[in-house]
């Protein structure tokens, strides 16, 4: 006698006698009446797992981050584009090595972040040279 294995809506694998095929059965996790396929099904590993990865996986913001380190790279004076492009591609680039993101952003991601990088650290650099600059003014005697 040939198993039919399924799953239940709650993500619980039933395997049900072959008779019983194309009826409602009962879920023994959730208590759900579900519809047995009416054929053995056999889902290849890959079409399942690319078909859901699909809809679980978030959109990437590969273009957002690197026009924003494209921005911070171009006109450092800015700042705030450079932190936001930084912190944004730090965070996709883990969720995408996570799995959680859309991966095909990955280099774009990359290459926004280390421009928003770039920029922030021009800025920095050229904040404490104004700052070094300044106080030097100030403080030596003249
Ligand atoms: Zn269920």
């Not at 056999?42 to 399942?48: C, D, F, L, Y």
């Not at 492009?85 to 993101?101: C, E, P, Y």
Request: glycine share 10%; hydrophobic share 50%.
């Amino acid at each position: 006698m040939a198993n039919i294995v399924f799953a239940c809506t709650c993500g619980q694998k039933m395997a049900i006698e072959e008779r019983f095929a194309g009826r409602q059965v009962k879920c023994p996790a959730c208590g759900a009446k579900v519809m047995a396929p009416s054929a053995p099904v056999s889902p290849s590993p890959g079409e399942a797992g690319s078909a859901s990865a699909s809809t679980t996986l978030r959109p990437h913001r590969a273009v957002a981050v690197l026009v924003l380190g494209i921005v911070a790279a171009a006109a450092p004076c800015l700042f705030v584009p450079g932190i936001i492009a930084w912190v944004m591609g730090s965070s996709d680039l883990r969720q995408m090595a996570a799995g959680r993101m859309d991966p095909s952003g990955e280099i774009l991601t990359k290459s926004g972040k280390i421009c928003g990088m770039i920029g922030t650290i021009i800025f920095i650099g050229v904040t404490i040279t104004y700052a070094l600059f300044f106080l030097a003014v100030y403080l030596l005697p003249q």
